[in-house]
Each structure stands twice: as structure tokens, then as C-alpha cells.
């Protein structure tokens, strides 16, 4: 989760005994490598990275990733034959999320050594099909394991993904919402706020669908004309030179990979530098209502912000007790 998987919210999650991915599409690529130093000040647990293969210096990220040993990469969409093999020669296991089975189908072909599958409700970028619909579709395609996301929150779904066939799950917003987090005040509680109908779909953002909390801005975007967006666009796209450190020609290229590699129209290319910056603007600087709030739906179910490690446990606690009370003989209780 760009701008809220830090360091130490993955080495949290991997001390407690998840799988943590650092977020790296929303760091600049010359800093990675200290991003991925300090995960491994803070666990000794395995963890991963996660980074847009399309993005100005890639490559960079690709070579700390081999040149820090990290146990895994996760990316979605746009993946590069040739870094996906440069990552698996170095025994980088290859995790993409995709978001339709023809997706899944196309990661496995690139050698996923697994896929994480993201439904509909889940936050961020996002497809259009439920995980309860995605999950089945892509277990019947691939075969290699498959972890469910989009929507899970507690050791129910956990149980429920492991009935489905799937090897394990993953979660963003519930990890978003933990002590550990470092999304400032302002901004969480107006995820605690959300219902789950508030958190919805738009493409207004930039241009790919992407479930988010409607706030002010959210409206604005949606009603805007298209000088303004036009305007936004550009503004986006100087700051996020600015962060990323890319020159004009390293952008043009980017922008061209992800035209032709995502088939994107010529505005949605215009607006990918909305998303880091606006994101930016509510989960580092707590603009809440200026930024963009990426969220899953479950957000509207969540009003408490648990320690990762207390989290984990009630999760494995309570996914362990589902799969006892149905493996009893005789089923569960029928109530
Ligand atoms: C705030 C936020 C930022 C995210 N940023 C990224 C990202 O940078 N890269 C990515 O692959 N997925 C990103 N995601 C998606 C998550 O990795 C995860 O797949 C998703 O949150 C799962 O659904 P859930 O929110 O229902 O748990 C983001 C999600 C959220 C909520």
C-alpha cells in the first residue's frame, strides 16, 4: 500500500508472523534500497517488495530487490518478462495480484511463482468482479498457489478462503487501521467514518478504476470539466518528477510503456500521476478530504486499530476455530 506499507508497518506484520510487502511504487527508486536495508534493521523475517514494473527506474528497484535478497516481489499490472526472469534466476519468488482470470492465466504463462487474486471490494486499483466470483474462476486456471484479496478482515474469511481452495489470504485496509500504521489521525478516522456504500469505484482518479472513500475531492474529480482535469493532471505530474527524481525523457518513456503495455487512452496515461500525489496528500499530510483515500469496502465494518501482532493472532485464533467446528464429525451445528 503505497505511502502506509513502511518499513516498519511490514516488519510488524512479519514479526508477528504475516508476510509483509513494502510498499515501493510511492518511493523514490534511488531510495529503495535503504526502504529494503531497514525492513531487514527491523525483522528477520522473510518479507517482500512491492513496485510497478512500468515506473521511472524500475530497473533500480529490480536490482536492490536482487542485491538485498528479499524473499518476494509482488506487482500488477504491466509486468516485464525480462525483470520477472531476472528476479526468478535470483530466487526472487514472483507474487503479482491480478484482477481477472485472463490475468491470472497471463501471470502464470510469465512464471508466477504465485497469484494473489483481488476482488472487487478490496482497495486500490481493483477489477470489477467480486473475490467470491474471482477466487473459483482463477483456482480452476492455474496452477500454482493462489492467495484471495479483497475484503478480508478476520479469521472467518480466512477460514472461508482456505475451504475455497485458496492457499492463504491477504489484506490491506484492516492493516492500514492498526497501531502501527503510519496514517495520521485525521485521515483514519475518516476511514472509521465510512460505510461500506461510501467506498466505492471511480475512474475519475486516473483513468483505471480504483475503490476509494467518496470525500470532497472524490466529488470534485467526478464534476470537474476537462480544462480542470487537464490542469490536475499536469500539476500531478511535476510533483511526481519531483518525488521520483525522473527526468522529462525516463517519464515520456514510462508513460509510453503504459500505453502500450496497459492499452491506456492518452488521457488515462496524462492522469497516473494523479493517484501517488493525491494519495499522498491525505495518507502523509492528512488532508483528509483533499486526497484520494484508497479503501476496501471492509473499512466500513472496522472501528478499532489493533496491534498487528494481536491482530494476527485473533485472525489465526479464529480461522483455526472455524476449521474445527466444521471439520467435527457431523459438520457445524445447524442453528
Ligand atoms: C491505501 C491502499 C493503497 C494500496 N496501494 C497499493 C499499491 O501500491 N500496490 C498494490 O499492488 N496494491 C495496492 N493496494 C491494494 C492492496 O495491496 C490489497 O491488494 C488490497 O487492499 C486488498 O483488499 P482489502 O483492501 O479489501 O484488504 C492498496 C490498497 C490500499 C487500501
Redesign the pocket.
Known sequence: ?????TPELVAASCNAGAMG?L?T??VPPDEVDRAIARVGELTDRPFGV?F?MEAPGAEKTVEAIVRRRVKAA???RGPRKDFIQRMKDAGVLCIP?VGAPRHAEKAAALGADVI?I??S??????GSTPTTLLLPQVLDRVRVPVVA?????DGRGLAAALAWGADGV???????LTAESPVPAETLARYFAASVDEIRITTEVDGLPQ?VIVNDLVRRLESGSAPARLLRALRSALAYRRLTGASARELLRSAVALQQGEKLTRTQVLMAANAPIL?RRA?VEGAADEGV???????GLLHDRPPVKELIEHIVAEASERLATLAKPGGPPCT
Open positions: 500500500m503505497g505511502w502506509v506499507a510487502f510498499a511504487a510511492t512491492n510497478l509482488s506487482y500488477g495480484t494473489v483481488q476482488g471490494e478490496g482497495g486500490g486499483h481493483t484479496a479483497g475484503g478480508f478482515y491477504a489484506m490491506g485496509t484492516r492493516f492500514l475503490r494519495i495518507m483515500l484508497p479503501s476496501g469496502q471492509v473499512a
